[in-house]
């Protein structure tokens, strides 16, 4: 992308002619932040007129992609330039700071660090970095950990010449020779799938565009199942079958979900017998299964799509195993079913509901049943032989931890691997021995630097009040030497949405805040499934706000309990957690001296009414469908953008990616200007925009360091705890 330089005549076409000082400033230059041009548009639905002033910034893909840009476009990418500067300008002084903490979590971290090889069809994987590469290394070794490396995939030479680069959708055929790859060069989750002869290295001309990147082998070793997606909205849509040696354009569609508000997908059993094609909204979902052996054969339905009907399945001998919410099953229960009676008539349980355990997965092995569950906020992994001999499960100690099973272990096998850490215990993968009860540590993560000491970290787990009686878990790690009181710095985290669980889990770039005295909060608020499926039908839809009156309850209690005070209480969150971010400023501005919004959904209203925007229809059942008017109303009472008013605001940061399709970039960039506009404050606003970047943000690994640097170094500033003489707030 050529850059645009802004000249003082170009710029007054874009930005209206005021330019006003930011209470931040650089030591010996006033930042002047830039104001954006107001255009306004009318907007109209259910006889409500809404204008949005800043509706211009949107641009099409077409229109950001093209070589030759158009007016609009220059305008747009002028704005979000001038933010950048300002940005860069008001954060000058803390850059040889910025570096520093990035050497510092750098140094943390193994430079050249291995995964635990894992074995596969006579093979073992392993991932690698190499010291000084921002990319991973993929080779596997054949019989055992002895034998020659194979190098499959070095993602630091394929990524050379690229801004982004991502490999995904790693998939090896029966017979061991050849690989399937998806890459992802713009950071839209397109991407192109395509195929490498293992023997020879050769990677076949075949290449096809705009999948989601999953792909199964049939077992006939030259027949590939993809998924496609809409070019325009990116919902996943179609599933098609690929032979080799055929051109692209002879594939075959199997299938085409053509309701709006799902999404499709093609996976295999673990026992390799079945492809099975799934499809999926918020609250309903289906599958149907076909012989691996006979891939132009037809798909048999398990069981046609019924609303409030979830399951998703796996194959064990002559059964399907469902995961399901089927009878009321609120928390899911495990149910099978004949391979050739899969009606929901003829399921039975297996492992019927239970009120306080949310069922969240299991796995299928030869003589074993493993579940993972969880109660009162806990995740637990029990173990049961098929021969109901033996039920048990995994001893945790600790009150904050995550431990999750690993999915990639072969099906015949007494062995689990499973991974365990917490807020103070770097993370571990385990080879469990469900038949003696012996575990093997295949592999600590190592804390470089010589100062982590497990010990010098407390972590714990407090109980709030809502304001309608719930009781919401807040998850602390501090370290012992910090005081708790009104002058702690704390950072409050949480998502909250999706039915997504934050685990409470181990992060050595975290370290960076608690050994410079701060306290990490992460709230269990409503939306999440941490205390079971209701708690996220009690955070979506019209029950949205709960999630919002959630997080502020938290706040308050931990500004009352004396942990800190509203001058030193921030908050961050992203995506959806953005939107979270987007509410409380508006709510209760006044609880908190600072705020991270990363890549945040705060144009709710405007977003959900437009299906022609990337993955809007699947999300009707998340927040509700506006084009009825009562979601509409509701919707539009908490859309941070269209809630923004005339009064104090916290500092904030905002962070996006110009090539985001989770959530597109103008909707931060219309907030911070609407923000710019109607705010009555003089505390720091400021606008960052990755434009080689997406949702996800940067792609190698010390590029994403150095955005957690950014983002780290705007609290530590705001707390005068940059170790330089800093610009007070």
């Not at 003089?682 to 080689?692: A, F, V």
């Amino acid at each position: 992308m050529k850059k645009i330089f802004l000249s003082g005549l170009f710029l007054s076409l874009i930005f209206a002619s005021a330019c006003k000082n930011d209470k931040l400033q650089m030591k010996s230059t006033d930042a002047k932040y830039p104001v954006a041009k107001k255009q306004p548009t009318k907007l109209e639905k259910h006889g409500d007129v809404r204008i949005d002033n800043y509706f211009w910034m949107r641009l099409s893909d077409d229109q950001k992609l093209a070589p030759i840009k158009d007016e609009q476009t220059k305008n747009v990418i002028a704005y979000l330039e001038a933010e950048n500067a300002y940005y860069d300008k008001v954060t000058e002084y803390t850059k040889k700071f910025q570096e520093e903490l990035f050497e510092e979590m750098k140094g943390r971290i193994k430079e050249d660090d291995s995964s635990v090889p894992y074995k596969d069809n006579g093979y073992f994987y392993i991932s690698r970095f190499e010291t000084g590469k921002q990319y991973p290394i993929y080779s596997r070794k054949k019989g055992n950990l002895e034998a020659e490396e194979e190098i499959l995939f070095n993602v630091n030479e394929m990524s050379k010449g690229y801004d982004y680069y991502q490999l995904g959708g790693l998939n090896v055929s029966m017979d061991n020779k050849l690989a399937l790859f998806a890459t992802d060069t713009v950071s839209r989750r397109q991407y192109f799938l395509r195929i490498k002869n293992l023997e020879t290295g050769e990677i076949y001309k075949d290449i096809i565009d705009n999948t989601t990147g999953g792909s199964v082998w049939a077992n006939d070793n030259k027949t590939i199942f993809y998924t496609k997606k809409d070019p325009t909205t990116l919902r996943s849509e179609k599933i098609y079958r690929h032979v080799l040696g055929t051109p692209t354009s002879e594939d075959v569609m199997v299938y085409h979900e053509k309701d709006e508000t799902f999404g499709t997908y093609v996976t295999k059993s673990k026992s390799d017998k079945y492809i099975i094609i799934g499809s999926y909204s918020t609250l309903s979902s289906e599958a149907q299964f076909l012989d691996a052996n006979n891939p132009t054969g037809e798909f048999t339905m398990i069981q046609s799509r019924e609303n409030e009907l979830e399951y998703s399945v796996s194959h064990y001998k002559d059964h399907f195993y469902l995961l399901t919410n089927k009878d009321g099953a609120t928390n899911f229960k495990l149910m099978k079913t004949p391979v050739f009676k899969t009606t929901k008539e003829n399921w039975v349980d297996v492992i019927p509901h239970r009120k306080e355990t949310l069922l969240e997965d299991f796995s299928i092995y030869k003589d074993y049943l493993v579940l993972e569950e969880r109660t009162n906020g806990l995740n637990k992994i029990r173990i049961k032989r098929w021969d109901k001999t033996e039920d048990y499960y995994l001893p945790f100690g600790e009150e904050t931890y995550s431990a999750n099973v690993y999915g990639d272990s072969e099906f015949d096998t007494d062995i689990i691997r499973y991974s365990y850490n917490s807020f103070t215990t770097p993370s571990s993968v385990i080879d469990f021995n469900m038949k003696d009860k012996t575990k093997d540590v295949k592999k600590e993560q190592e804390v470089l630097g010589g100062k982590f000491k497990k010990e010098n970290y407390r972590s714990e787990r407090i109980w709030v009040t809502a304001r309608d009686g719930k009781k919401v878990a807040i998850s602390l790690v501090y370290h012992k030497d910090t005081k708790l009181n009104k002058n702690t710095p704390l950072l409050q985290y949480a998502y909250g949405s999706y039915g997504v669980t934050i685990p409470d889990s181990f992060s050595s770039t975290r370290l960076s805040l608690l050994d410079r005295g701060f306290v990490y909060a992460l709230a269990h608020i409503r939306g999440s499934q941490y205390l079971g499926r209701e708690w996220y039908e009690e955070g979506k839809m019209l029950n949205k706000k709960n999630t919002f009156t959630d997080f502020i309850d938290c706040s308050k209690y931990l500004i009352d309990n004396n942990y800190t005070s509203s001058k030193h209480l921030y908050a961050m969150g992203g995506s959806a957690g953005g939107l979270l971010m987007g509410a409380i400023v508006n709510m209760n501005p006044e609880l908190y001296n600072g705020i991270i919004a990363a890549v945040p959904f705060v144009d709710v209203i405007s977003t959900m009414l437009d299906d022609s925007i990337p993955l809007t229809t699947g999300e009707y059942d998340e927040w509700g469908n506006p084009n009825t008017k009562e979601y509409y109303d509701y919707i539009k009472s908490y859309s941070p953008y269209d809630q923004v008013a005339s009064k104090a605001y916290p500092n904030m940061l905002v962070t996006t990616g110009f090539h985001d399709s989770q959530v597109q970039y103008w909707e931060p960039a219309k907030w911070v200007a609407k923000l710019r506009e109607l705010k009555t404050d003089s505390n720091i606003l400021m606008l960052h925009t990755n434009m080689e970047a997406g949702h996800g943000g940067a792609s190698g690994r010390f590029e994403a360091l150095k955005e957690t640097a950014q983002d780290y170094t705007f609290f530590l500033a705001l707390e005068n705890k940059l170790g330089v003489e800093a610009i007070k707030l």
